[in-house]
């Protein structure tokens, strides 16, 4: 069966510090990877996502960054943190082929102070 | 943009039935997703709808019109474990990958 994983868990750090989020998933190759933020109350924005190694699609200009070193690892980045880069972080896949549901790993609640 | 759009809040009793309503308006449309999220959990999957009508898994069904551009998600026989927020999600078409468009969300409370 497959798992998806997501660290840390929580997160705070302060504003203008660089950030690190890593998902990696188990149990099935080449899957398509996405990452949502979730902020309070809001619904789920899509940030980016990958068809494969390498191919990262951006779906809102940001100071965010994604990069997919390997097939099964999705790393979400930036540089200089944010107040408004607060919120619920969601990695989610599916497989290239086959059924549609995208599934979610448990997220990060990230903090910036 | 896409407009997704669901009640905010919703509170009924235990053992009774709500149904959530979702409309969208969207580029496209390639099928519609209805997820349960408990508090400061993750999304999981609840239900898939692409062609016209009603979807039935136990106590949860989904009901699609696309000339309406409208779904819903009914829970029957409610339970306290059923106090969650349920969202509302389209698929969007792509060439390599398709994308989801989520709604806000409705929270459910069910109520003793």
């Known amino acids: 069966s497959q798992t998806i994983h997501q660290w840390p868990a929580t997160l705070v750090q302060p504003v203008g510090s660089p950030l690190s989020l890593e998902c990696t998933v188990e149990g099935t190759s080449n899957p398509n990877l996405y990452w949502y933020r979730q902020a309070a109350g809001r619904g789920l924005q899509l940030l980016f996502y990958s068809v494969g190694i390498g191919q990262i699609s951006s779906e809102v200009p940001q100071n965010l960054s994604a990069s997919r070193p390997q097939d099964r690892q999705f790393i979400l980045s930036s540089k200089k943190l944010l107040l408004s880069d607060s919120g619920f972080y969601l990695c989610?896949?599916?497989?290239?082929?086959?059924?549609?549901?995208?599934?979610f790993g448990p997220g990060t609640r990230l903090t910036v102070l | 943009g896409q407009n997704i759009d669901q009640p905010t809040e919703m509170t009924a009793t235990e053992g009774a039935i709500v149904q959530i309503n979702c409309t969208y308006q969207t580029s496209g449309f390639n099928g519609l997703f209805w997820y349960q999220q408990h508090a400061g959990e993750a999304p999981t999957f609840l239900s898939y709808?692409?062609?016209?009508g009603l979807e039935e898994k136990g106590r949860f069904s989904s009901f699609l019109s696309r000339s309406k551009g409208y779904s819903y998600l009914l829970l029957k026989e409610l339970q306290m474990k059923d106090s969650a927020s349920y969202l509302c999600a389209v698929r969007l078409p792509g060439l390599n990958d398709y994308k989801l468009s989520f709604g806000a969300g409705t929270t459910v409370t069910v109520r003793a």
């Open positions: 989610a896949w599916r497989t290239a082929r086959g059924t549609d549901t995208q599934y």
């Open positions: 709808n692409v062609l016209d």
